[in-house]
């Protein structure tokens, strides 16, 4: 056997220390010499889809977390389930999904493809990302540098979903444990929870907190009371399972940190919100950001992009899909 350089043996630490060290082939502008105007092609796409509708938003935005959750950041919940094989987006869990994001990213992949020289050189992963910087942009939010680099994922199954994504009724450990598996810090997790300044929620997921949270309280003592009336008023009982309420109450069309501030007051609308305020452990977290809308920014931005290192496929385990709902 020949000698073992000294690269070598680095190489073989950093893959001890690091076992996801495929996201060290990210980086920015990536795609310089292949495809050098991608980042205006998929903003443009994004920009107009967003004209046409506000869910475009919130939809791009979930569907990102929802991907690089499950299997990586492979772009994996775009597959559409075919023959014997049930897809991650067909898994209860996946199911609320909004069409919206998908759509968003099939559109700019087709503008992207439009242009020859970028014609199936860009991944499906790699528009999902920078779609979803460019969501929360448009919303208001801060814009970042995103790394690219990413393959597409080769598999897609409804069984690789179960218990990986955050449930409404989990508490501090295990919202802990679920980010910690992929890399993020309890400061990752309450940035990224600050993404429900957007979006809506079905009312079977928090309807128990509002009629039989427990027998001797049949409201969650942690919601504010008036809060708690206005969702019953969104939310009777028996109600149909397609109604949907805002996360944010206040400003639910903007990326700010009024999702901290609603936290401060008793309404957070699910419960694995409220926890990151009445838990001690997170709770100058979420008051430090509901009074600093910058130290928000720059938290979640940080969050985003370490985010979208998770599970990068590299070489032999992803491709770049012609079709971002089919494998090729």
């Known amino acids: 056997m020949g000698r073992v350089t000294i690269i070598q043996v680095l190489a073989i630490c950093s ?13 920015q502008n990536y795609y310089a010499n292949i495809c050098p105007n991608v980042e205006t ?61 998908f759509d968003t990213v099939i559109k700019a992949k087709a503008a992207v493809d439009a242009v020859a020289s970028c014609k199936n050189k860009v991944s499906c992963a790699d528009i999902l990302t920078m779609a979803t910087r460019d969501v929360i942009v448009a919303a208001g939010g801060p814009s970042y540098q995103v790394e690219l680099g990413r393959l597409d994922g080769l598999s897609s199954t409804a069984a690789s979903v179960g218990g990986k994504l955050p449930k409404p009724n989990l508490n501090l450990d295990q919202l802990n444990a679920m980010f910690a598996a992929n890399g993020l810090s309890q400061v990752d997790m309450i940035a990224l929870s600050g993404a429900h300044t957007l979006g809506f929620s079905h009312c079977d997921q928090f309807s128990n907190r509002i009629y039989n949270f427990s027998k001797q309280n049949p409201v969650d003592p942690t919601m504010d ?37 609603n936290l ?8 694995s919100d409220q926890v990151l305020f009445t838990d001690s452990r997170s709770k100058q977290t979420v008051v430090s950001w509901a009074t600093s809308q910058t130290a928000f920014n720059n938290a979640f931005t940080a969050a985003m992009i370490k985010l979208g290192r998770v599970g990068v496929k590299t070489g032999q385990n992803g491709n770049i899909r012609r079709d971002c709902s089919a494998f090729n």
């Open 225 to 261: 009371s008036g809060y708690a009336a206005q969702l019953k008023s969104q939310c009777p009982k028996n109600v149909d399972p397609r109604v949907v309420v805002n996360l944010d109450v206040n400003t639910p069309n903007a990326f700010d940190n009024m999702y901290y501030k």
């Open 15 to 27: 893959l001890l220390i690091f076992p996801n060290f495929a996201f060290a082939q990210l980086k």
């Open 41 to 101: 092609i998929v903003r443009s796409a994004v920009q107009a889809k967003v004209k046409q509708t506000f869910v475009t938003i919130p939809a791009t935005l979930r569907m990102f977390f929802h991907d690089c959750f499950v299997q990586g950041c492979d772009a994996s919940v775009l597959i559409a389930s075919s023959g014997s094989n049930t897809a991650e987006k067909d898994h209860p869990d996946n199911l609320s999904l909004a069409g919206d994001g």
């Open 264 to 271: 401060q007051q008793g309404k957070g609308l699910l419960s």
